[in-house]
Each structure stands twice: as C-alpha cells, then as structure tokens.
C-alpha cells in the first residue's frame, strides 16, 4: 500500500554559536526513515532529549530539516516555501503537549476553534459557527462553552479544546506530541478514548510521541522506538512490546515500574557516558551491554526479525 | 481574561493608593474636560490693575502679573498637559510597539538593526536629547511634543521586543504557524493582545513622565510659549515672583504633582488589576 507520510533519512542540525564565534553542532536527528500508511498510528517512544518532538515539528515544519525529504501523498514537502506550504498545512495538525500554553489566554473558544478555518478562507461565519460546534461535540463538550475562555476549563478539558481546533481543517494526519503527559491517569484515558473513537469516525492517521509505553501500547498500531536521533527498532506494537529485540528496547521495558514487584533502578550511570562522538557506529554503543568492536564501527542496518519487525543491531 | 467591574472594584476598596491614583486622574480629566464651564474668566484676559493678588474669593488661586486669574490658566493647563502627556505615550507606543514586534519576531538582522538604533538612543540622557532636538526642530509645544516622543520609542520597542521573543516561543503561537497563520497575524492576533498587560501599566505609567518632561522644557522656554496656560511655562514665568507671590507659582506646580503622582499611582493600579494571578 502507497504510504501516506513518508520520511527519509531525515536529518535535523542544531547550530550553536558561543560568545567567541564558534559552533557546535548538535546533531538531534541522524537520519531517521519512517513510513505511516493512511488510517494507521504509529507511535514513538524513546527517553527525554531522543529527538521525538524535533521529529514532529520537522514534519509539521515548524523547524527546517538539515537533510532528509518529507513526502506526503508523493509529494516532498521538506522543503517547499511558506506560501506553497499553506494549502498543505490544513492536511497536517498537531497536538501539543502541555494544554496550558497551547491556547491563546486572551480568545474564547469560539475564537480558538474557528481560527484555522479563518486562515483558509473558505467558510461563512456561520458555517464556521457550526463547524465549531460539532467539533465540539466530537469531542464531548457542550455548544455552550463557545463564549468561554480557555481559563475556566481543566487540563483535560484544554486537552480535548486542542484537539478539537487541530480537527477543524479536517486534517488526514494528527501529530499527538505526548499529548496526555501532562494529564491524571483518569483524565488520560478519557483523552485516549477520544482519540480512537475519533480516529474511527474519521479515519484519521496519528503520529503518536509519547514516553509513556502504556499508552503507545493503547494507541498505536506499530511502535518506533528511537535513541538519540536515530530509529533503534521498529514493528507491530505487541512484537516490541512482548518481545523486544533490541538491548535498549529491553532497557526501556524493564524501566517500567510495575505495581506489586519491587523496582530495581535502571543503570543510569551509563547514561551519563559521552557518546557524542559516535560518527559510524551504533549511538547505543556505550550503554549497551552486548557492545563488541564492530558496533562502534558499523552503523547496523535494520534486520527483519519477521517480515515488519526491523530492528537496528549487529545482533538482532 | 476578562476584567470585571466587580474585580476592578474590589480592588480599588483594598489598595487606597489605587484609588486616590483615580480619584486624581479623574480628577485632572475632568477639569481639563470641563474648563471653559467651571472657569468664571478667559485665559488670557488680561486685568493689569488687578495684578498679582493673592488668593481671594473673586480669584481663588490669585492673578498672575498681567492680572490673569491663575485659577483659570491652571485648569485650561490640564487641558494642555492630558492631551500632551496622552499623544506622546500613544504614538510613541504605537511606533514602538510597530518596530518591537518586528525586532522580537523577525530576529536576526533586522532585531540587530532596531536594536542598534534603539541602544543609541537610550544612551543619550533623555531630557538632553529631547533638548537638542527641540532646539534644533526650533521652540514650540508640537516640536517638543515630537522631541519627547521620539525619546520615549525606545522604552516601547525595548518592551515589546521582550514580550514577543517569549510569546513568540510560547505553543499557541506554534499552533498559530501549523494552521498557516501569516506573521503579521500571528502578532496582531496572538501576540500584541497577550502583552497588552505590560504595555498598559507602561503608558500610563509614561503619561505621567511624558507630562513631566514636557513640563520640564517649557519650563526652560523651549515648549509652549507664554501667554499660552501651560504649567510648566507659568511656572518659568513665576519663578521670578516665587519669593513674595508664591501662589503664582505653587499652585501650577501642585497641578503637576497630582497629575504625574495620579498616574503613576494608577499604572501601579492597572498592574494589579491585569494580573491574572490576582483573584477574581
């Protein structure tokens, strides 16, 4: 099947100058190849500083990538002009993650919601009205909240506000950047739950970013787990989630505390190992337990562990 | 955020120096507003025989050397010293929350650009400035009013600059840029509305300065010109008389204290009253 969004061997830079002139380049994505097929979620998971929100704000371009080409439906959108992007930006939308600094304090929801459709240019204000009142309901609040303001609502409540506005353009893909990290555990299925009722209805496609191994479990269809910048194993959620083929996926699993068996603290320290210096080998060298001479050498390739299960490592 | 009259209310019975701060802009408002109805003489008329009287009932703030009734020319000042003090503040933030904006959002060369014009001016002593340009525009209330304003942009851009770069960053203005939002939108509608708090408490704070400042150069003959009733020129007038008919120049004088003390006791005010973490 033709992917919908396909990513390759994207590549995103950061320059850093200092007080003397001089830079340094911080490498958050080192070429990262995904591919989501329309109606599919594909979630993301990987630890603080990974790369994952660089990733979504590269395919939302909010940031140009360095290198690398981002095609939807065959077209490469990584690098087309602002003018040209604006009638694609309505195909695409996110979903932040804090639902405090996502709406505008001073717009009510009316506002909030009709803005998108403001910027298209399309619709009548009350065609526009009505648009924002079932988007409303699709998200199970009450018309009545149209003249409230962002304030008066809860987290869960604002959660569900920016998925409403991210829907208004009636977008194929959703990027949901950890977007129930911030919310209770009660509040946080209420939101998960409207997510795969409106993906249903919709047919919507998520690009689901979360540290939260539950919930891209709950959610997505294929998990990508990532490890500083680069794709470390990919496949159906329950192979990475049963069983794991790659040592940090294993990491990340045993990580994960589980009510009623005592929690044995990850080796952090390994973390703190400077791997920056990683030019062709595996950037999970120094913290793999597995590592031997031809890990620093090689990049591995993606081996099939079964037909869709890809896995980054000389052992997998 | 909506500010109810309730809240602006409340506040007003907690906080004392908020309301005297509006009971003395309201008050200055009002006579400017009012003058020709609560004046009994003109101006400008003159009454050489009646001459520098003190005090009395027929001339409550005694006359002037030209036999002026002081009182008069004190309440069409206010006239003259709102209506300056209000278009400095407004145009000069105005123009500096223009260029502000631009230097926030746009970044790189063009901040560096606005930025070095900014730093430049700021960097010449504001009443010498304003000096200098007065006298090189030539004597008069628009020209000083000019003068004023240009030293006053820079305090606006610094502003807003500020305020844009951490809005800028801030998720509702990126979710603003994915719906395809143009720049200039993003800071019309997401950006200047969300910094108004500051820039609120700033002018009217600035009203206050402005009025001063403007004082200040008529004082020293540069702003409006006798016999025009403008507080700070009555006073140069007056400085001679100082000694034997101190209500000449005292009473101009007190005029100047309550407006600029009004203000800032009220921009301090506002400061509270915009606050979103003051409760409701």
Redesign the interface.
Known sequence: MEPLLEIRDLKKTFKIKNFFGSTTEVQALKGISLSIAKGESLGIVGESGCGKSTLANLI???DEPTEGSIILDGQDISHIKEKA??KL??R???V?Q?PY???????TVEEILT??MC?EGVKTTKQMRDKAVELLELVGMRSSNLSR?P?EFSGGQRQRL?IA?AL??EPDILLLDEPTSALDVSVQAQVLNILTSLQKQMNLTYLFISHNLAVVKYISNRTAVMYRGKVMEIGPSKNILMSPAHPYTKKLLEAVPIVGKPFHQPDTEDGSVNDGDIVDGCSYYYRCPFAEKRCLEQQPEFLAKEASHLVACWKG | ??ISPKKIIGILEQNTLTLIGTIMVVFIIFIGVAAPLICPYDPNLMNIPARLQAPSLAHFFGTDEMGSDVFTRVIYGARISITVGLSIVVIAAGIGCFFGSISGYAGGKIDRIIMAATDMVLSFPSMVLALALTAAMGPGLFNTMLAVCIVRIPLYVRLMRGQVLALKE???V????????SPAKIVL??II??CLTPLLVQMTLGIGDAILIASSMSFIGLGAQPPTPEWGAMIATARIYAIDQWWYAAFPGLFILITVMGFNLLGDGIRDILD?RSKD
Do not use: C, K, W
């Open positions: 939302i371009r909010l992007l604006r930006r309505s695409i939308q996110i932040f804090d600094s996502s709406l505008s304090p001073r717009m803005e998108p910027v303001y304030h920016s506005r208004t353009t | 955020m909506i801030m998720q509702y990126r979710a603003a840029r994915t719906f395809g939002e509608r997401h509305p969300n979103p």
